[in-house]
């Protein structure tokens, strides 16, 4: 008999989030290739789009909800009749149906991944709807998910903090897209896309959470005189990280703010950085450390639970407790990590070795674990 593992891909098709479409899509395909005998993998899809199997190779089949996208969510959210129909569902995000069910008669399950807590700790960071949605869909979860899945043991503990979740947790990390390499043409991408060599590289938008103005800060103290690129930032924002920048003391003229880039363009600009500054507070799985890891790229973050779950000794952690003094810390360490060769050079190792922990086929191995288990 076979074993159907339903994936629900609904970034694939009506994306909300770039970074939770590429989670979406490396897990799919690390489980169809890591599929043990007897088992295949389809995809749950909203309707209202146009899509094929081939969204992701491999897929036994696709279903696709008669409920578009928007209007699906609210049904989820309310408990409400969708059309998915039971089996043994994983979804990498909140976006699930959460309904009683029968796992012991009928073999049904549900399995759904946190990976943000912004909701619960910086709701003025995001919009009413997403914060009720994501809290309901939490409550939801408390009551009949079969398992949440949090990609970190910090995570994990306070989620088990905001809901009764008991040991139905589980930590599952995420990882760099596999084959996340340097491409051969990286000069020629970074030239596309306008941007100098050798430079020190953020990630974030406007939002406190992210950090950008401490990085900013810790950029302009260390006296380092390198450019600076920020990636990940929404669209029409750019003149606000410039502006934050200037602010900290690192003028307009050295900063190059882009966007949300493919994969491969991103892959080119990890490859030309000489170092990663990730000062985010936020409790979110921390995407672009896991590139900077993946690439051997040094990295230096903010002393947070989050970050060193992921980090551990791959890169150097600054403390943060004190805000006002944080933006000189990171200066200092940043004045170290590019001082001398032999200093970015250790770096880069640790980097490397630690970026060797992370892997979407691992994950994808846990999975299938976690639903053999249930």
Partial sequence: MVATLRVVLDQLVAPTSPVLAEASRELARALIDGAPSGCVVEGIVPGGTDVESEVVAGLADVRRVGLPRRELATALQLGAPTGIGG???????????????????????????????????????????????????????????????????????????????????????????????????????RREMDLPEGFVLLSGDTHASTGLSTGFAGIAASGVDHPVVVIDVPEGHEPAVAEIAEAAGVPERRVHVRGSLDTADRAAVFGAALAFVAPASRTAFPWRVLDALALGV??????????????????????????????DAFGDALARALGSTQAAERLAVMADDRGRAFSWSEAADKVWHLHAEL
Avoid at 133 to 149: F, N, T
Avoid at 306 to 314: E, T
């Fill in 87 to 189: 089996g043994m569902i994983h979804a990498p995000t909140l976006f699930a149906p959460l309904v009683k069910h029968d796992r012991t008669h009928d073999g049904d399950q549900t399995v759904v991944t946190v990976w943000d807590l912004r909701a619960w700790e910086a709701p003025d960071e995001l919009s009413r709807l997403a914060v009720g949605w994501q809290k309901a869909m939490l409550k939801r979860a408390a009551k009949h998910a079969d398992a949440i899945v949090a990609p970190t043991h910090s995570m994990a503990e306070r989620l088990r903090s905001l809901a009764k979740l008991g040991d139905r947790v589980r930590v599952i990390a995420g990882a760099a897209p596999a084959g996340f390499v340097v491409p051969t043409d990286d000069i020629g991408r």
């Fill in 298 to 327: 040094p990295v230096l973050a903010a002393d947070t639970a989050v970050h060193r779950d992921i980090i551990a000794d791959g890169g150097e952690l600054i403390d943060v407790t004190d805000a006002a003094a944080s933006g």
